[in-house]
């Protein structure tokens, strides 16, 4: 069984026009998905609206075979799924370790284990424990928004452009956070602008052209079809 | 000497009172605003209602302060705070929280705060009369006079029990706010809401929960700050009208959205306040012989006539803002 199960999803910001049309997602536990395509594709569109901030117009999102769509943000982190947006993805006022707090605040138990988890994943948090997580480096903070996603101990972890605006050399780190997590157990789904990079290390990828599913493949097929390679990646490798 | 201790009770210890009365009153407003993203007009008659209750409950039970050795209104205080609580928490309830679910914009909810303080100001004339009352009617409110070891000390150090009971109260609350801002979860999801709702909607936060509780901090502290003033002074349906003002300017003064920031801003307008209306011709008079006989020495020399006190804090909201436009603390965020 999938563990995320998008099917027939129409969608979009409030009342306005839908931005997403009947699009289609599955994705197995344990996997690697990534969603590319060009601007305006509704990548991060689609992800918002899994994660419940969209007005949902039709169609459905199955999570464990349970439909998600009229659960709130709290009750989502409860089921499993955690978010981390593309900007404004820490509490810039508050110490890198309080931000990691707050992404375990439905949590009841201990969270001390997985605090320390989370510093084992990314070294560089635990100097910084006390800054502000505000005064940070653009890779550090994006280190503390992952982090902070996995306190609440995800089976889901949905990503929007974890790399974007960071060098290539911390973008080829994160992307190694990424694999490490989800060898942790941890299924992961995330837009990326850098596509041929990101569908190097996904299991299953889909392509997105104006709120439409284009292809639907596993990423080495789709790193291996010319079509795609020509459109979305930049030229035939 | 002895100008310098009147110099003392007049500036520093009515000051200190009023400007910690000043400093509960914005912590609320600040904590509001940070958090729930509006100027919250009814904050004044929150604290005029928390002190109605404690006077209430003195009416009744007007011995219980014997028990304990402290005035009655005191042990009713932390009654009166979880009442006010209380109504703050049921006012957001009923007005508040579904303006915000439609989206509102702040204005809209200001006006509506300013409606919440006109219906609280009715209710409270309806119930409590108009006249001013006293909560020590059935005991003695306790005075002391501080002799200093001076020679040339002859004027006492005037202080009442109820200021002493507002500083440390007012200390305690401090150290309390900050232990829970700092080192509890839900003061912790506080400060991340006023960071940043939306992250903090997706972490998982409960909103909702983190409304009430500001509500609830918000509450006792308006009727604790009430009760101790009316202790002080006396009770008057219209209390509201002086503080709010004072109150706004001491959160904007020290930034709006930081809780110390309005400490120091409550602290700033009410030291300003009392400097401002000190006869300051008391310190002139001891050169009396040495002046020149032309020169008439005036017997009344402040910077703004008492019934003018209110201007002040205007005065320090303007002067402030020019120089550090976000508050003395920089202010948006808890």
């Known amino acids: ?237 | 000497m002895n100008e310098f201790i009147f110099f003392f009770n007049k500036v520093i210890v009515s000051g200190a009172a009023i400007g910690s009365v000043y400093a509960m009153g914005a912590i609320g407003v600040t904590l509001i605003f940070g958090i729930l993203r509006f100027a919250h007009f009814a904050h004044g008659d929150m604290m005029t209602l928390g002190a109605f209750f404690a006077f209430g409950l003195t009416v009744m039970f007007p011995q219980a302060g014997q028990l304990f050795g402290l005035p009655t209104g005191f042990i009713m205080l932390p009654f009166a705070m979880v009442l006010t609580a209380l109504v703050a928490v049921l006012l957001d309830r009923t007005f508040y929280e579904p303006l915000r679910r439609n989206k509102i914009n702040p204005v809209g909810m200001v006006m509506a705060s300013i409606g919440v303080t006109l219906m609280l100001q009715g209710l409270i004339r309806l119930f409590g009369g108009i006249e001013a009352r006293h909560f020590f009617f059935a005991e003695r409110k306790d005075i002391f006079r501080l002799a200093l070891p001076f020679e040339s000390a002859s004027r006492k150090i005037v202080i009442t029990e109820p200021q002493i009971l507002l500083f440390v109260f007012t200390l305690l609350a401090v150290l309390a706010i900050h232990f829970i801002l700092n080192r509890t979860k839900f003061g912790k999801a506080m400060r991340a809401v006023s960071d940043n709702v939306d992250l903090a909607r997706v972490s998982g936060i409960n909103i909702q929960k983190v409304t009430v509780i500001t509500w609830m901090i918000a509450g006792s502290l308006a009727a604790a700050a009430g009760v101790l003033l009316s202790l002080d002074v006396s009770l008057k349906p219209d209390l509201s009208f002086n503080l709010l003002l004072p109150i706004f300017a001491a959160a904007i003064v020290g930034g709006v959205g930081h809780p110390y920031g309005a400490i120091v801003g409550g602290y700033v307008v009410g030291f300003a306040e009392t400097l401002s209306i000190f006869n300051w011709a008391v310190f002139l008079r001891p050169f009396r012989e040495s002046l020149p006989d032309w020169y008439e020495l005036p017997s009344k020399l402040a910077l703004v006539p008492t019934e003018y006190k209110i201007t002040v804090p205007f005065f320090i909201l303007v002067v402030i803002l020019i120089w550090r436009p976000t508050g003395i603390f920089k202010g948006k965020v808890i």
Do not use: C, W
Request: no cysteine; glycine share 10%; aromatic share 6%.
């Open chain 1, 1 to 237: 069984m999938n563990l995320i199960d998008v099917t027939q999803l129409v969608a979009g910001y409030g009342n306005n026009a839908p931005i997403l049309h009947d699009v289609d997602l599955a994705l197995a536990a344990g996997k690697i998905g990534v969603i590319a395509g060009p601007n305006g594709a509704g990548k991060s569109t689609l992800l918002k609206a899994i994660f419940g901030l969209l007005n949902i117009h039709s169609g459905d999102i199955k999570h464990n075979g349970k439909s998600i769509i009229h659960l709130r943000a709290d009750q989502l982190v409860a089921e499993g799924l955690a978010f981390v947006p593309q900007e404004f993805n820490v509490f810039e006022s508050l110490s890198v370790e309080e931000n990691l707090e707050m992404g375990a605040f439905i949590r009841t138990d201990s969270i001390s284990d997985s605090i320390d988890h989370v510093y084992e994943y990314f070294p560089p948090l635990k100097e910084k424990r006390k800054q502000a997580a505000g005064e940070l480096s653009g890779g550090q903070r994006q280190m503390v928004a992952m982090g902070r996603a996995l306190m609440s101990r995800p089976t889901l972890l949905l990503l929007d452009e974890p790399t974007a605006g960071l060098s290539p050399l911390f973008m080829e780190k994160i992307f190694e956070r990424i694999i490490a997590v989800n060898q942790a157990g941890v299924t992961v789904l995330m837009v990326e602008q850098h596509a041929r990079q990101a569908l190097e290390i996904a299991d299953q990828g889909f392509i997105l052209v104006t709120g439409k599913n284009a292809y639907t493949d596993t990423g080495d097929a789709l790193l291996n079809n010319d079509e795609v390679a020509r459109s979305f990646l930049g030229g035939v490798s």
